[in-house]
């Protein structure tokens, strides 16, 4: 891969062909458009030649806040690279920016590992990620719909998104998601819930009257919980989580 510098029109550069990003609105970069009016553009854009133009590989941010904050041109580093190598470029330029939303990493990762027959271990050794988070990522993509929209939608962390997916039971998955949506969650808070929710629904299976004492009532006789929709008492096999009933849980599973 060869580069050099070049200052370019914005009018020759173009957005990528698959862009990192999927979420990229003008009203994201609100604070870089005011920092360019204010300084210019400190780190020049990647971009490749596309024919009679270019490509943005790296700075896709960049080149949309450019554009609202009124230059008409940027300083480029002009690349020449292989397809993968733009792939993995996008990727290195994006590794420290926390508001990269976990999805759009899940379909780069898929994209490159089918594209490009790599293996997890191969992505990982070039990304200098664990080969464990390459793998975790790409388990978001077969994540339940009410997770990966939580995802999407920035609603969940990876890692608190992560701990309700392996939920089992699909209406108290709903309703723990829908929880940490509305609540917020941690993500020892969602590995605690996806502990209590996956927990053997409690069963009393001693003998008939082994539990009674010489009066004839029931010496460990455990309350029912309340419902907190109904205030009707839940039966242990109907409790999705602490205080709701199953028939109060919401519709559509």
């Known amino acids: 891969m060869t580069d050099k510098y070049q200052i370019i029109p914005l009018d020759r ?19 870089l458009v005011f920092s360019i009016k204010e300084v210019g553009i400190i780190q020049p854009l990647v971009v490749c030649k596309s024919g009679e133009s270019y490509e943005v590989i790296a700075g896709h941010r960049r080149l949309l806040a450019a554009g609202l904050a009124g230059l008409t041109e940027a300083p480029c580093i002009v690349v020449v690279a292989k397809d993968l190598e733009k792939e993995v470029l996008k990727m290195h330029e994006n590794i420290a920016r926390e508001d990269i939303n976990p999805m759009d990493w899940a379909i780069q990762l898929d994209f490159i590992k089918s594209q490009y027959k790599l293996s997890n271990a191969k992505i990982a050794e070039m990304m200098g ?17 009410e997770v990966l929209e939580a995802i999407k939608d920035n609603q969940l962390t990876f890692s608190s998104a992560r701990e309700l997916a392996q939920i089992k039971d699909p209406v108290k998955r709903k309703v723990y998601v829908g929880a940490g949506v509305k ?28 539990n009674l004492d010489q009066s004839g009532e029931n010496k460990y006789e455990i309350p029912l919980p309340i419902c907190a929709v109904c205030l009707e008492a839940i039966k242990y096999e109907d409790l999705i989580t602490l205080q709701i009933h199953r028939k109060c849980a919401p519709k559509g599973e």
């Open 129 to 145: 990620f664990s080969e464990a988070w390459v793998s975790q990522h790409l388990e978001i993509l077969s994540y339940p719909a």
């Open 13 to 31: 550069i173009k957005d990528p062909e698959r862009p990192l990003r999927t979420d990229l609105r003008p009203e994201s970069v609100d604070e």
């Open 183 to 210: 609540s917020g969650v941690t993500p020892a808070q969602a590995a605690n819930w996806r502990r209590e929710a996956n927990a053997p629904v409690y069963q009393n299976d001693t003998t008939p009257g082994e």
